[in-house]
């Protein structure tokens, strides 16, 4: 095999593991509690995680709207507007509860 195809599937295997962690709540959320707030790593991998997570996250809440309380923001995705799933109270964007008091 080519080291070229190497690469390749190693950056394949790679994207498929981030989206994999990115479409399980269970996954995720042992992912967000490694660095204190998530959304300001500056990891590629954690980048690109939370990236899919927001895109995965949007579809599912696609016909819901939120509710805000605006006295937290969002320590995994940085979402400041406080923007929570009406059932679940978990951040409307990154689906997590892992809220801090402005």
Same mark, same amino acid.
């Given at each position: 095999m080519?080291?070229? $195809?190497? /690469?390749?599937? #190693? /950056?394949? *295997?790679?994207? $498929? *593991? /981030?989206?994999? !962690? #990115?479409?399980? +709540? $269970? &996954? %995720?959320?042992?992912? !967000?509690?490694?660095?204190?707030? %998530?959304?300001?790593s500056?990891?590629?991998?954690?980048?690109?995680? &939370?990236?899919?997570?927001?895109?995965? !996250?949007?579809?599912? *809440?696609?016909? /819901?709207?939120? =509710? %805000? +309380?605006?006295?937290?923001?969002?320590?995994? =995705?940085?979402?400041?507007?406080g #923007?929570?799933?009406?059932?679940t #109270?978990?951040? %409307?964007?990154?689906?997590?509860?892992?809220?801090?008091?402005?």
């Amino acid at each position: 095999m080519k080291r070229e $195809d190497k /690469i390749y599937l #190693a /950056i394949g *295997n790679k994207m $498929d *593991n /981030i989206k994999q !962690i #990115a479409e399980s +709540d $269970d &996954l %995720f959320e042992n992912e !967000i509690h490694k660095v204190k707030e %998530f959304y300001l790593s500056r990891s590629i991998k954690r980048k690109s995680l &939370l990236e899919k997570r927001l895109q995965f !996250i949007k579809k599912r *809440n696609k016909n /819901i709207s939120p =509710c %805000f +309380d605006e006295e937290y923001y969002c320590s995994t =995705c940085g979402a400041k507007d406080g #923007a929570e799933h009406p059932t679940t #109270a978990y951040c %409307f964007y990154c689906d997590t509860d892992n809220w801090t008091h402005k």
